[in-house]
C-alpha cells in the first residue's frame, strides 16, 4: 500500500525525489506497526528502535542527496514508463518485508526473551555497521559536495570502493543474530540477511557502481591502482581479495 502510494505520486509527477524516502518510511512504518500489533515489550522495542534509526539516518541523508542531484540516474529510461517503473516499486516493496522477516518474526514471539550475550553481539555488529554506513556516506557526501568528479579514495573509501554497502550488510546481520532464539526461528528467518547481501553484492549495489566507474575511467592508470590496492567491500588497511 505505502509503495503503491509513492509509486504513483512518483510516476505522475515523473520525480525521484520520494523513491528513498518511500523506502526508509515503509520500515518505520511496518516496525510501529509490529510493535502495536505484537506488544510493546522491552525486546520488541530495542530491535524496532533499531530500525527506526537505521531508517530514519537513511531517509535524511537520502533525501538530501537528492535534493542536491534533483534526479536518480537509476531511473533514467523508465521513469516514464508505467511497468517498467512499477515493476521497481513493487520489487522495493516485497525487498522492504523479505529485509524485516526477522524482525517480523521476533517481534511476534519476544515476550520471553532477556537481554543476553548474543544480543550484545548482535547489537555490536548492529552499531559497527551504522557507524561505517554513516561515516562513509557523509565522507562520500562531502567529496561530491566539493566539486569532486572523479572517484573518492579517501577515509574509509581510501581501503575499500563500497564501504556504505559493507555498513548496511552488518546492521541487517547484526539485527538477525539479535532476533535468532532458535533453530527454527534461524532457518525461517535467514533469508533476511542473506537477501540484502545478495542484492547488494550482485545485483542493485555494486555491479552498477563497478560497471558505470569502470567505464568512466577506463584509461585512467590511477583508478586501475586504486581498484587493485583496494578491497572491494571490506574497509581495512589490507587486501583482502
Same mark, same amino acid.
Given at each position: 500500500?505505502?509503495?503503491?502510494?509513492?509509486?504513483?505520486?512518483?510516476?505522475?509527477?515523473?520525480?525521484?525525489?520520494?523513491?528513498?524516502?518511500?523506502?526508509?518510511?515503509?520500515?518505520?512504518?511496518?516496525?510501529?506497526?509490529?510493535?502495536?500489533?505484537?506488544?510493546?515489550?522491552?525486546?520488541?522495542?530495542?530491535?524496532?528502535?533499531?530500525?527506526?534509526?537505521?531508517?530514519?539516518?537513511?531517509?535524511?541523508?537520502?533525501?538530501?542527496?537528492?535534493?542536491?542531484?534533483?534526479?536518480?540516474?537509476?531511473?533514467?529510461?523508465?521513469?516514464?514508463?508505467?511497468?517498467?517503473?512499477?515493476?521497481?516499486?513493487?520489487?522495493?516493496?516485497?525487498?522492504?518485508?523479505?529485509?524485516?522477516?526477522?524482525?517480523?518474526?521476533?517481534?511476534?514471539?519476544?515476550?520471553?526473551?532477556?537481554?543476553?550475550?548474543?544480543?550484545?553481539?548482535?547489537?555490536?555488529? *548492529? $552499531? /559497527?555497521? =551504522?557507524? #561505517?554506513?554513516?561515516?562513509?556516506?557523509?565522507?562520500? +557526501?562531502?567529496? %561530491?559536495?566539493?566539486?569532486? @568528479?572523479?572517484?573518492?579514495?579517501?577515509?574509509?573509501?581510501?581501503?575499500?570502493?563500497?564501504?556504505?554497502?559493507?555498513?548496511?550488510?552488518?546492521?541487517?546481520?547484526?539485527?538477525?543474530?539479535?532476533?535468532?532464539?532458535?533453530?527454527?526461528?534461524?532457518?525461517?528467518?535467514?533469508?533476511?540477511?542473506?537477501?540484502?547481501? *545478495? $542484492? /547488494?553484492? =550482485?545485483? #542493485?549495489?555494486?555491479?552498477?557502481?563497478?560497471?558505470? +566507474?569502470?567505464? %568512466?575511467?577506463?584509461?585512467? @592508470?590511477?583508478?586501475?591502482?586504486?581498484?587493485?590496492?583496494?578491497?572491494?567491500?571490506?574497509?581495512?588497511?589490507?587486501?583482502?581479495?
Amino acid at each position: 500500500m505505502i509503495q503503491s502510494i509513492f509509486f504513483i505520486f512518483a510516476y505522475l509527477f515523473k520525480t525521484d525525489k520520494v523513491t528513498d524516502l518511500s523506502y526508509g518510511l515503509t520500515f518505520i512504518i511496518i516496525v510501529i506497526f509490529l510493535l502495536l500489533n505484537n506488544g510493546v515489550s522491552i525486546p520488541n522495542l530495542f530491535v524496532a528502535s533499531l530500525v527506526i534509526v537505521w531508517a530514519l539516518r537513511l531517509i535524511i541523508y537520502l533525501f538530501i542527496r537528492i535534493n542536491k542531484m534533483n534526479r536518480d540516474t537509476r531511473f533514467d529510461g523508465i521513469r516514464e514508463k508505467l511497468l517498467p517503473f512499477a515493476k521497481f516499486w513493487f520489487l522495493q516493496g516485497i525487498a522492504v518485508w523479505v529485509i524485516l522477516l526477522p524482525t517480523i518474526v521476533y517481534t511476534k514471539n519476544s515476550s520471553d526473551y532477556t537481554f543476553n550475550i548474543q544480543q550484545f553481539i548482535g547489537f555490536m555488529i *548492529f $552499531l /559497527l555497521g =551504522f557507524l #561505517t554506513e554513516t561515516i562513509s556516506d557523509y565522507q562520500k +557526501y562531502t567529496f %561530491k559536495k566539493n566539486g569532486n @568528479s572523479s572517484w573518492i579514495n579517501s577515509g574509509l573509501w581510501r581501503y575499500a570502493r563500497h564501504p556504505n554497502y559493507f555498513g548496511e550488510i552488518l546492521c541487517w546481520w547484526g539485527i538477525f543474530i539479535i532476533c535468532t532464539h532458535s533453530l527454527s526461528i534461524l532457518l525461517l528467518t535467514l533469508i533476511g540477511p542473506l537477501s540484502i547481501t *545478495f $542484492l /547488494l553484492l =550482485f545485483v #542493485t549495489g555494486i555491479p552498477p557502481l563497478e560497471k558505470r +566507474y569502470n567505464l %568512466k575511467f577506463k584509461e585512467d @592508470s590511477k583508478y586501475q591502482t586504486y581498484k587493485k590496492e583496494s578491497n572491494l567491500l571490506v574497509p581495512v588497511p589490507f587486501k583482502l581479495f
